[in-house]
């Protein structure tokens, strides 16, 4: 019995989810304008809105004053602002731009122009597979990551 027929443990699957996230982040990485730290914040700012800085930093697994060195230079670039937190008058939040959603769609658009030229040094067959199993797989690491909406 191969690799491919015997049965998988989740160490295994963990192992081959990482090298084809790390293959995927390594063929898409641009880093010119904006670090990886930088996309994932300006990123995760869009899809949830505004945040403190310490709550940003948690959830990018950075420090604070790393997080907070990456916000200012962000707001140098005027891709995100601080505005007055209406919940509580002390603090601050940290939002997108309309400068920085533009950033983000540019990046998404030169990301998915990558991908489809990569897509197309593939067989027809080889490709309708890889759509096919992405279909499949991409519910279940969602649900799994807790991102089932």
């Known amino acids: 019995m ?4 015997r049965a998988r443990s989740p160490q295994d ?6 090298d084809l996230a790390s293959a995927v982040v390594r063929a898409l990485a641009d880093r010119r304008e904006l670090s990886f730290t930088a996309a994932a914040t300006l990123a995760r700012l869009e899809r949830e809105g505004p945040a403190r800085l ?3 930093a948690v ?3 950075v420090s604070q004053p790393s997080m907070t060195q990456l916000v200012q230079r962000l707001e ?6 601080r505005v007055g937190d209406p919940d509580d008058g002390r603090a601050t939040l940290v ?4 400068a920085g959603r533009d950033v983000l769609a540019a990046r998404r658009e030169a990301r998915d122009t990558r991908l489809a030229e990569l897509l197309t040094t593939l067989p027809e067959e080889d490709r309708q597979a890889l759509g096919t199993a992405i279909r499949t797989a991409l519910p279940l ?3 799994m990551l807790g991102e089932d909406t």
């Open 2 to 5: 191969d690799r491919s027929q």
């Open 13 to 18: 699957t963990a192992r081959e989810l990482a």
């Open 54 to 56: 310490t709550a940003l």
């Open 59 to 61: 959830a990018e697994g």
């Open 76 to 81: 140098a670039q005027g891709l995100v602002l």
């Open 95 to 98: 939002g997108v731009t309309e």
């Open 141 to 143: 690491v969602r649900r």
